[in-house]
């Protein structure tokens, strides 16, 4: 299970756990829960509340998942993905990007263990361990509004050996893994 806030709606593991039934599920349809963790992360990211998301939204929504896309790789994303040639992405064409992205990840990365990559993602001094800082900013970078109060929960639930630092093991629990 995932560590999350019912007053946030979206953890900061989100996009790992679709990317994880993804995989795990070889490509399956989308569950509903799955489903729904995606709205919220389309949510999130369209921060205008239009509908659509612009290269810009999904280039500041992605500086800390998948690695992270400029501007640039983000325009060049909406026009495969647009199918209603609006030059932006609505979540039809989102989850489109996202399954078709997964496959060619998958393709191109066999064996590749996606939440050690993500930790890496969030781990910003490369020491091996997320502390509260580290985990503020990864929810911050989602587009998270966070509150001392729920980051507190939330680290504390993940740091099961209470070192106050969330090793990778305690970040494979916590999404479930």
Avoid: W
């Amino acid at each position: 299970a995932v560590v999350s806030t019912q007053s946030t709606g979206l953890d900061f593991v989100l996009l790992n756990e679709v990317i994880i039934h993804k995989i795990s599920d070889n490509r399956m349809p989308l569950t509903d829960e799955a489903r729904f963790e995606m709205e919220a992360a389309f949510k999130s990211f369209d921060k205008e509340g239009s509908g659509t998301l612009t290269a810009s939204d999904l280039a500041k929504a992605m500086s800390r998942v998948a690695g992270g896309l400029t501007e640039a790789q983000c325009n060049e994303l909406i026009k495969l993905a647009d199918s209603d040639g609006d030059k932006k992405m609505n979540f039809t064409e989102f989850v489109k990007v996202v399954e078709e992205g997964l496959a060619l990840y998958e393709k191109q990365n066999p064996g590749t263990d996606l939440i050690s990559e993500e930790f890496k993602n969030f781990d910003a001094n490369g020491d091996g361990v997320l502390d509260k800082d580290e985990l503020r900013q990864a929810m911050i970078d989602l587009g998270e509004e966070v509150h001392e109060d729920e980051l507190e929960a939330m680290f504390n639930a993940a740091d099961a050996d209470g070192d106050k630092r969330i090793s990778v093991e305690e970040f494979r629990r916590m999404c479930g893994h």
